[in-house]
Structure formats: C-alpha cells, structure tokens
C-alpha cells in the first residue's frame, strides 16, 4: 500500500453502491486505498484499527446510518471528513447532516459529484491539519521562548507595548527589581527610574531613541524598595511583519558590583597618581637640596683645605708636633669631606643629570673600566674576566659608573690569602610581563662575582643605602656611597639589583635591566 494515498473508509450496504463510489473516486483522478465496510460492526471496528483519511458514509445503512456513523468517526478522529451519501434525502435532512458536522452530502443520482466533493473535503481536511501543525509549532516555541525567559535569573527582560506600558516581566526583572509580574504589568516602564531621571524626560527619549532601531545605556535604576543600582539596559523596537511598531523589549543588568569595582578602582588608581605625584615633588626637592647643599658646601670647604695647606707652609716650622698634627687632621678631615660631598653630588647627579639613552655596547663598556681600574688589577694581582653582555639603551656615562664601582669592589674586597678574580657576564631573561607597563618585555640579567671576603646576607638592605658599610674604614677605603649610587642608576634604567654573598665565599651582584630584541642584532654585528 502506498502511504501517500489516502485511505478511504466506506460505509454501504451494498457492495455495487460501494464499488460505484469508488468507480466515481477514479474517475475524478484519485489515488486511493480504501475499506468497505457494510455495517456498523465491521465500520466501527474499521475506525478502531486504522485511521483513515475520509469517511463515506451512506445515510441509511441496515441496524445504523450516517449521523450515527458521522458521531463514532468524529469521536475517535476529531477533524476527519465525512461525506454523507444518501439515496434520496430532502431538504431539510441534508441541513440536518450538514448540522450535524458532516463535511458536505452527495446524492447517489449525482454521484458524479462524488468525485469532486470528496478531493475537496481532503484538501480542506489536509489544510486544516497543516494549520493546525503549524500553530502547534508556534506555540510551542512561544512557550519554549517564554520558558527560556522566565528561566533567566540574571536579566530583567521586559516587553513593553508601544507606549512604554509593561506587557510582560521575567523572574530576572522580578529579582533584580523587586516588583512581581502582577504588580509591573501595566505599569509605564518610567517607574524604573529615579524621580529626577523620570522628570528630565529620559524615559521618553529610551522610547524615541529605541524606535529607531537599538538603544543601549548605562544608567541607575529604582527598585521598588526605592533603592538605587546601575543596570547596563538594551532596549529595541519590535516590529511585525508589515513593519508597524508592536513594542519595545527591554534588556537591563544589574552593574552595582561592576560599577563599584569600577569606581573604587578609579579612586585607587587617583590616590596612586596623587601619592606618586608627592613622591616625585619630594624626590625633586630632596634632590635639589642635596645638589645645592652639597654644590654649596664646596667653596667653603676649599677655603678650609686652601688656608689650612697655607697655614701648614706659612707656620710649619713654628707648630709642635700636637699642632701640626691638629692641622694635617684639619686638611684630612676637609679632604675626605670633599669626596664625600662629590659623592653626594654623583648621587643626587643620576636623575638631576642623566643623559638621554642611546645604544650602549656593555661590552666595551666593561672594557674601558677595566682599563680605568688597571692600578687595582695591578696592585692585587686580580684578573676581571668579561663574558658576553649586550647592547641595551642606556646612559652610557651611568653604566660606566655602575661598573666600574662594582668591578672596583670585587677587586677592593678581596681575601688577602686569594687573588681577586671578578666575572661579568650577561644572559637574557625569558620575556615577562613588565609591572609598569603590563606589557611583554625582555630583561638582561647581568652578573657581576667575585671570590672576595663576602658579607653577611641579613645586611644587604643596608648595603645599598648612602654612607652605609660593613667593613671597617682603615682595612678598605670607601665612603658607603657606591652601591647606593648604583642602585639609584639601575632604577633610573627601569632595572633592579640585588646581590647573593656569604662570608668568606665572595658575592655576587645581580643587575636586571631591560632589553629591546633589536638591541640583540646589532650587538651580534658589535661582537664580530
Ligand atoms: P664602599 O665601597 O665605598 O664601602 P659601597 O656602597 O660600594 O661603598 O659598598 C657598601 C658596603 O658593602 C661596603 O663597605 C662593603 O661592606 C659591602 N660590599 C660592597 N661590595 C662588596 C663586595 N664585592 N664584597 C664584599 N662586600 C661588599
């Protein structure tokens, strides 16, 4: 049996009648199955096996007839067509069965209509079962769609009708806003606003500004308790489909946490600009105190170490042994504040003088002091040994002092049993995320080590700091202001350093510094 054909049940007590029927089916051009059925038993047992298509019924079957039959077929199959055929019927019969909800009647002397009646009442038949699919469809996604929008806890979606009444409410809008479906609907959507938003028209404008498409906002919103909370809001036009305006959907968000994450962020973020700012002034001050104090301090204290000398040769001859000696610790005395004074100014010269960045080749760099420090070299018997270090941007002047008052000390304090031997070499670092700048940058680590006397690590705070030593005066000359200084260029270079040492084992000193990929290149074509 072909399935697409649709199958006839008949009900005829006479099996000519029947075939006639079928005959005339035929012959209007349809393709059928179809079961004969010649009375009630055997129809309604029909009806209970397999669903048919259309019924014939005849109107007077022996023991039944054609309303009853219409009733048992409606009764099973709600929407099924029936048409009644009738030997002879009159008039207000056939408006009885047409009452009674058969699909139409045909008489047997004009059972050529059989044919035609019956394609019709099948095609209106399938129509409406289409339209019926249809609908089911649709509202079962509409019921989908407002399961799905129900169901959302973190969105208020709220439709309005054109006016800007509300026509629907979500359990998010109930949660975030406070009011339930019955209390919002049919309320103008402007009871979400503050008074003074309400006031100034905002509401309106949303409506007008939506109307031409899309408007998107962020802006405080009111619950019912009248509390007050930022909502990120979304509100388009809905249109059918000619066109016309049906509404407004309303989107909204809560952004109170954002939005106070968002401000305390900024309030941190001024602190640290204004805190900054203190800090840079109080820097600039102290920086330029130390410039004058110590530029100042120069031309009297030559007046101190000038007359004294003089003093020395006018009246040596005249002084005691306690007298001159008074005067040679005058002039000693005068002397080494004078170096300490040029120290200070080197100090506070780091950021009041520095100079612009260029590329600076390391390499030669660390040639050229130890060329400076050749007497020390010398005089200890030590050995610098230089591994490869790169080209970065930097102060040339500045890294001249930063190694040569590093290299300077890892000859200076050596072990008097061991010769000092200092190592500088240079390896760079896997590209991190800077603090600063939160961007990727390489970093050069550069180390400089000695075998010398070493220094107790707890104290390596203190060893940077200005005027600060370990060790004593008379054993190592100095006046404490080296690693101060080379810290203070190390951090004008953006860097970092830090040093590892154990008494007795030597140290070592870290310097991280930033590195450019390009800096690489054309340090290679240096090397060669
Ligand atoms: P200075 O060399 O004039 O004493 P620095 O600021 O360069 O001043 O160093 C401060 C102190 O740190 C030194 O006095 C010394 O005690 C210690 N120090 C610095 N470099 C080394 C080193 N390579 N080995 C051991 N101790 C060191």
């Given at each position: 049996m072909d399935n697409d054909q649709p199958h006839i049940l008949i009900l005829e007590d006479n099996d000519a009648d029947a075939e006639l029927m079928k005959r005339e089916l035929r012959k209007a051009g349809l393709a059928f199955t179809s079961t004969w059925t010649p009375g009630k038993v055997p129809f309604l047992s029909a009806l209970e096996n397999s669903q048919p298509d259309l019924v014939l019924a005849?109107?007077?079957?022996?023991?039944?007839?054609g309303l009853s039959a219409l009733t048992a077929a409606r009764q099973r199959f709600p929407d099924i067509p029936v048409v009644i055929v009738s030997g002879a019927i009159g008039e207000e019969l056939a408006i009885e069965t047409l009452k009674g909800g058969a699909t139409d009647y045909v008489l047997k002397q004009r059972l050529d209509r059989l044919g035609p009646v019956t394609l019709r009442a099948l095609q209106e038949a399938n129509q409406i079962a289409e339209r019926k699919r249809v609908e089911n469809a649709l509202r079962e996604s509409d019921e989908r769609l407002r399961l799905l929008i129900e169901g959302i806890h973190d969105y208020a979606i709220v439709m309005l009708d054109?006016?800007?009444?509300?026509a629907s409410w979500n359990t998010g809008a109930e949660r975030i806003l406070g009011w339930t479906s019955e209390e919002a609907i049919?309320?103008?959507?402007?009871?979400?606003?503050p008074p003074q938003t309400e006031k100034s028209g905002t509401p309106r404008r949303f409506l007008e500004l939506a109307a031409e498409g899309r408007h998107e906002d962020q802006i405080q919103h009111v619950r019912k308790d009248r509390s007050l909370f930022w909502a990120d809001v979304v509100m388009c036009a809905i249109h059918d489909a000619a066109g016309h305006l049906r509404g407004y959907a309303k989107i909204m968000r809560d952004i109170s946490e954002r939005k106070q994450a968002e401000d305390a962020l900024a309030q941190a973020n001024a602190d640290l600009q204004a805190f900054t700012e203190r800090l840079q002034r109080s820097n600039r001050d102290l920086e330029d105190f130390a410039f004058i104090a110590s530029h100042d301090l120069q031309e009297p204290l030559r007046k101190i170490k000038v007359f004294g000398q003089r003093l020395q040769d006018h009246a040596g001859d005249h002084l005691d042994a306690e007298e001159t000696d008074f005067l040679e610790r005058m002039i000693s005395a005068s002397q080494r504040m004078k170096t300490m004074i040029d120290e200070l100014l080197a100090y506070s010269r780091v950021t009041t003088k520095a100079q612009p960045f260029e590329r600076v080749d390391l390499n030669a760099v660390v040639r050229e002091v130890i060329s400076d420090l050749e007497i020390q070299v010398e005089l200890t018997q030590g050995q610098v040994i230089i591994g490869e270090i790169p080209c970065i941007e930097a102060d040339r002047y500045q890294m001249h002092q930063l190694f040569l008052n590093l290299i300077g000390n890892g000859l200076k304090f050596h072990r008097l049993d061991l010769p000092p031997v200092v190592q500088v070499s240079a390896r760079i670092l896997e590209p991190q995320h800077t603090k600063a700048t939160g961007r990727l940058g390489s970093m050069v680590e550069i180390l400089i080590e000695d075998?010398?006397?070493?220094?107790?690590?707890?104290q390596l705070e203190r060893i940077f700091k200005p005027f600060e030593r370990l060790h004593g005066k008379s054993e190592y000359k100095g006046f404490g202001m080296g690693l101060a200084i080379c810290r203070k260029i190390v951090e004008h270079h953006s860097g970092k350093i830090t040093a590892k040492s154990q008494p007795g084992f030597g140290s070592s000193f870290i310097i991280d510094l930033p590195y450019q990929e390009s800096d690489k290149l054309l340090n290679e074509k240096t090397i060669i």
């Open positions: 005849d109107y007077s079957v022996p023991g039944f007839d054109t006016r800007g009444y509300i049919g309320q103008h959507f402007s009871i979400f606003y075998n010398g006397i070493g220094f107790d690590i707890s």
